[in-house]
């Protein structure tokens, strides 16, 4: 016997096969859109029976807000940024492309099924914005301010600069999504890039 408990065992292969199901269900929706998927399609490919789907999920809403919740246990962002964060202004930018980068990598199916139906899902469009977009704007403000205290950037309004740091970061995705052929494989290239862009701006130098 490997010494653990039944009951252990049992809630380790119920979380797998709940998360077997919800990545199956992700999959799907970023693929063929939420109303065009049926629970059918969903157990088939996480490889379950429709009633063992049930089991687990009353519906394709409850799936989706699942969805949703994982995404809102994605590791501290705050822990992400802070361990071995560059003090150097423009480095975190870089940082931080780079960890949105591993998130999209990992959980972009995620993300995409999400995004697709927020825009017609009030309620979902609110949790959303409450629980990913604005931990990420304040923990960006905090940074950016911090790089301010230290005169690292000159007095720019946060609130401002932290909504258009983040909507580069999703228009950015957006075009991935949409197709375009330069974003993913050029990845770092156009994260230093925005860094450039953004300490030394575009105008020449005198």
Do not use: C
Request: hydrophobic share 40%; proline share 5%; aromatic share 8%.
């Amino acid at each position: 016997m490997n010494g653990q408990h039944p009951d252990t065992r049992r809630e380790r292969r119920i979380s797998a096969r709940r998360r077997q199901i919800i990545e199956a269900a992700a999959r799907l929706f970023a693929e063929k859109g939420f109303h065009r998927t049926t629970t059918h399609d969903i157990a088939g490919a996480a490889d379950v029976s429709e009633g063992t789907l049930y089991n687990y999920f009353e519906s394709k809403d409850d799936l989706l807000l699942a969805i949703m919740e994982m995404l809102s246990d994605l590791p501290n962002l705050s822990e992400r940024y802070d361990d071995g964060v560059p003090l150097d202004a423009r480095a975190f930018l870089v940082e931080m492309m780079r960890v949105r980068r591993e998130t999209i990598d990992q959980y972009g199916a995620m993300l995409q099924s999400v995004l697709s139906e927020i825009l017609v899902n009030p309620e979902l469009r609110k949790q959303y914005y409450q629980d990913l977009v604005i931990p990420g704007m304040m923990l960006l403000s905090v940074h950016l301010q911090a790089r301010i205290d230290d005169g690292q950037l000159r007095p720019i309004p946060t609130p401002f600069t932290v909504r258009l740091i983040m909507s580069i970061m999703l228009g950015l995705y957006v075009l991935e999504v949409l197709g375009d052929p330069i974003i993913q494989p050029q990845w770092e290239e156009l994260s230093q890039f925005i860094a450039t862009l953004f300490y030394e701006g575009a105008a020449p130098k005198e």
